[in-house]
Every structure is written in structure tokens, then in C-alpha cells.
């Protein structure tokens, strides 16, 4: 049994995995379940895996610290949605006190505060035309909602125009719609597509998107699937700007603002995939405010509600909203959930939207992302490295290949920091709140994983750390 462990100052930390039992209730908090997870199925991972699972059992600021006590910076920020990190005491605050009020009453017959004041603070969030927001539970069903409102858009006004032009390296969720808007080689699906969908690759590896003319390269190929298709325009274009689950790359500057110009020449709806980029994340509010280009419609979750409570939303104009007045079924939206627009997790998104304001956290992201940024570029002479980049709070550098990616996560984590593999490239986004010392544990993780982890592939030598 997990009692005692130490933090990574070498202090003793107390597991809170102990046995002990609630004296109010009486009930055992001690897990059940303690060393053996097999009644757990977790999705995305091999259910053959032979490395454990990390059991991550609390989390303070930007630590978390596992069932043994070992501390970690939390290099992924959970899953890139713990924006304001763990346990701030103004969003379990807004939490608790939403809870006990209304916890939730579902928005297809009625309307509640918590809703209503967010849909309100993202319209001047976002400013402009984008002043309708519909709220979901995830990225992916504000994906998924963002899609089937351009598409319906099109029918409720007499147009058969169903196509979608996305990235092949894009990634927009996980339901079968979503997996059908990507080309990565793990998540297309056997499914039948739900709409035609237009996949323009990246115009060579992700240092390509470096190149000068990478931006035209990229617009020339969206110029040529909008205009040039058989099936004539599309309804929908739908970028992220700066690609996730596509190895950390930031679309090349002047390509939204392209792309934007390409949308209005000939009609096309761009939808921006802000859902993880958005809140701060690149050292902006939102991703496309880099390029000055203002999507027609926007779908944000992870950082909206902090990671906290599930949430999403679909942002768009009182034009496309009008158009659904002539949806021949309801006249409206053909889509929701029972917990869409949650009141527990309206209230917590517009805590965590103060959070971002009072704490300064945006301005904080773009301080902190440039010196993560400018670490991870001085790891570009290594050769175990092929190519670094990010924006903000995103830092990616490319290996040899995924092996090499892996073996560097389990490397950092062995030094303290949690980071993501993707394909070849290891991620570092860590919740907006890390310090220069929080940045610097990460840059040490990294130094310590190049020399430790064995380059035998690309034949390099090493002088141990
Ligand atoms: C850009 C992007 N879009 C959509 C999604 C899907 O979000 P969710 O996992 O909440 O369904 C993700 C999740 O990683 C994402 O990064």
C-alpha cells in the first residue's frame, strides 16, 4: 500500500491513497481499487499496454503529484484544459456556490443566469459580428455542432453545399463526424464519411510551414479544393491555427487572413477550431487574433471551463443564426445535449474568464510561452532533434519518430515534468499559471531526456548529463 513518498524537494508527502475512513459518513475513502485498474477501459491508450498507467492522485497550482508522492510540473496542463492549474480556490469557489443554487436545468425549455451571462461575456470576448453562442459538453460536439450548423445554414437557405475542407494533419475530436475531418493515419475511422470532406496535406514536414512561401504554398492548395471541386464551393472551411494533435505547428503567419479573403471571395464559411488554442493558450485569447482574420464561426472548450467541468461552446453571427429560421423541420438548431450549457460549468467558465483578466494570464502566456519557445529552439542543435516551434504556451520538438518521442516522455517524467508524445513530436503546454521556475523544471526534464534517451536509430553519441 502507497502510504508515504517524497515531493520533488525530497519532503515527505503523505499519500492520499492511505487508509482512512470518512467520520461523517462512515463510508471508506480508501480506493478499492488500489493497484488494480482493470475495470477501467481507457480510450486512446492500447489495451494491451505493458507501462502502467501514472496514477495522478492530486493536484496544486502547476504540480500534480502521483499515488507515491512524486511530484511532477504538469507539462500538458491534463489534457491542454487545465488553463488556471489545479485547486484555485475562486473556480471550486464558483463551483460549490453554483451547485448549491441550481446546479443545472436544460436549456431547451428553459434559460438560466450562468448561461446566458457567459453566452454574453464570450459576444464581447470575441467582439464583432460573433455574438451567438450555443453551448455543448466537449471539443468534439463543438466541432461536430460547428460542422452541422454551416452545413444546415446552407440547406435552410436552398443550397446543397455539404463540403468541408480541412487539414489531413488537423485534429477536431473524436465522434465519427470529427474523425471523418482528419487525414491523420490513427484517426481515420471504417465509418462511412457523414460528409464529403476535402483533406489538403501540409506542403511537406512541419519545418516546411517555416519555409518563406509556406503560407501561399498552403493557401494555393485551399484555393484549389474551394474553387476548383467538381461539386463547386463548399460549405465550410475549418482550421486550427496552431495544429495539435498534428505535432504542435502553427499555421504560417498571413495564411488565416488568406484564407479569410478566400472564404468572402466566394462565400464559404470559416469555422476556427479554437479548442485548443483558445483562452490563452498561443499567448493571444484566441488563435486566429495572430493573423488578424475573424472566423465566421468559432468552437472553444478545454480552457473554457479550466479543464474543472466539461464544457464547449459554437460562437457564430446573428446571420447564420437567422438563416435556421427557414430549417424545415424545427425551424431551428437540430442539435444538443441534456447537460449543454451545464450551470455548474457556465459558472466556473465565467470564474475562469476572470481568472484570465485578474491574473493577467494571457500576457502571462506569451511571457512565459517565449521563454518555453526560446528553450525548446536551443534544443535545435541536438541531434537527436529534428525541428522545434511553437507559439505561446505550445512548444513542440520534432525527434527521429515516435519511438524516440515516447522514450522522451518517460524520460521527463522520470525527471519530474509530464509531457505529451504526438507521432514524432514531444509537446510541452502547461496550465497558463507556470512561473519561469515551472518553465525552467521543463527545459531541464527535456535536457535531462535528450541525454538519457538512447539516439542508437540516428547512430549518435552521448556524453551522459
Ligand atoms: C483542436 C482540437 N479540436 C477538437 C478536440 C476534441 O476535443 P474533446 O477531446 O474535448 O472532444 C481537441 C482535443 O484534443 C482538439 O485539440
Same mark, same amino acid.
Given at each position: ?7 520533488? #524537494? ?51 497550482? !502547476? ?22 492549474? !489545479? ?49 455543448? #459538453?466537449? %471539443? ?17 437557405? *436552398?443550397?446543397? +453545399?455539404?463540403?468541408?475542407? /480541412?487539414?489531413?494533419?488537423? !485534429? ?16 481515420? #475511422? ?7 470532406? =476535402? ?47 498534428? &505535432? ?8 488565416? /487572413? ?23 493558450? =498561443? ?23 479550466? *479543464? ?8 457564430? /453571427? ?10 424545415? $423541420?424545427?425551424?431551428?438548431?437540430? !442539435? *444538443? ?10 459558472? =466556473?467558465?465565467?470564474? $475562469? ?21 526560446? %528553450?525548446?529552439?536551443?534544443? &535545435? ?10 507559439? *505561446? ?16 516522455? +518517460? ?11 504526438? &507521432? ?24 535531462? %531526456? ?16
Amino acid at each position: 500500500m502507497r502510504s508515504t513518498g517524497t515531493d520533488a #524537494n525530497g519532503t515527505a508527502t503523505r499519500s492520499p491513497w492511505r487508509p482512512s475512513s470518512d467520520a461523517s459518513t462512515g463510508w471508506s475513502t480508501t480506493p478499492q481499487d488500489d493497484g488494480d485498474d482493470s475495470r477501467l477501459w481507457r480510450g486512446w491508450s492500447p489495451v494491451g499496454a505493458t507501462t502502467p498507467p501514472i496514477r495522478i492522485a492530486r493536484g496544486a497550482g !502547476y504540480h500534480v503529484w502521483d499515488a507515491d508522492g512524486q511530484r511532477y510540473v504538469d507539462g500538458v496542463a491534463s489534457a491542454l484544459n487545465a488553463i488556471c492549474g !489545479y485547486g484555485h480556490p475562486r473556480l471550486v469557489a464558483a463551483m460549490t456556490a453554483q451547485a448549491e443554487r441550481l446546479h443545472h436545468f436544460e436549456l431547451m425549455s428553459g434559460v438560466h443566469a450562468p448561461a446566458t451571462r457567459l453566452a454574453d461575456r464570450l459576444s464581447r470576448l470575441f467582439g464583432g459580428e460573433l455574438t451567438r453562442t450555443v453551448f455543448v #459538453n466537449s %471539443g468534439s460536439e463543438a466541432i461536430e455542432a460547428a460542422v452541422r450548423i454551416a452545413v444546415d445554414h446552407w440547406a435552410s437557405r *436552398g443550397s446543397g +453545399r455539404r463540403r468541408v475542407v /480541412t487539414l489531413a494533419a488537423g !485534429y477536431h475530436g473524436s465522434t465519427a463526424l470529427c474523425q471523418s475531418l482528419s487525414g491523420l493515419p490513427h484517426m481515420r #475511422n471504417e465509418y462511412a464519411d457523414p460528409l464529403p470532406v =476535402t483533406r489538403i496535406p501540409l506542403p511537406g514536414p512541419p519545418s516546411a510551414l517555416d519555409e518563406p512561401g509556406a503560407a501561399q504554398a498552403l493557401l494555393a492548395a485551399f484555393e484549389e479544393a474551394v474553387t476548383g471541386h467538381p461539386d463547386g464551393p463548399p460549405a465550410a472551411v475549418l482550421v486550427e491555427p496552431v495544429l495539435n494533435v498534428g &505535432g504542435g505547428s502553427p499555421l504560417p503567419a498571413g495564411f488565416l /487572413t488568406g484564407l479569410r479573403e478566400l472564404c468572402d471571395r466566394t462565400g464559404t464559411l470559416f469555422i476556427a477550431d479554437e479548442v485548443f488554442t483558445g483562452f490563452g493558450r =498561443t499567448g493571444r485569447m484566441f488563435g486566429f487574433q495572430h493573423d488578424g482574420a475573424v472566423p465566421d464561426i468559432v468552437a472553444t472548450s478545454k480552457g473554457l471551463a479550466g *479543464g474543472y467541468v466539461p464544457i464547449g461552446a459554437v460562437t457564430t /453571427t446573428a446571420a447564420v443564426v437567422e438563416a435556421f429560421r427557414a430549417e424545415p $423541420v424545427l425551424g431551428g438548431l437540430r !442539435y *444538443g445535449h441534456t447537460t449543454s450549457g451545464h450551470a455548474v460549468a457556465c459558472a =466556473t467558465a465565467l470564474a $475562469v474568464l476572470d481568472v484570465l483578466e485578474d491574473e493577467r494570464l494571457v500576457q502571462r502566456a506569451a511571457e512565459m510561452g517565449a521563454r518555453l519557445v526560446d %528553450g525548446f529552439r536551443a534544443f &535545435g542543435g541536438d541531434p537527436a532533434v529534428r525541428h522545434a516551434r511553437g507559439r *505561446g504556451l505550445v512548444a513542440a520538438l520534432e525527434l527521429h519518430g515516435p519511438a524516440e518521442a515516447e522514450a522522451m516522455v +518517460r524520460a521527463a517524467a522520470r525527471h519530474g515534468a509530464l509531457l505529451r508524445a504526438q &507521432g514524432a513530436a514531444v509537446m510541452a503546454m502547461p496550465p497558463l499559471t507556470i512561473d519561469a521556475a515551472g518553465v525552467d523544471a521543463l527545459l531541464d526534464a527535456i535536457r535531462h %531526456g535528450l541525454a538519457e534517451t538512447a539516439p542508437a536509430s540516428v547512430g549518435v553519441e552521448r556524453t551522459p548529463a
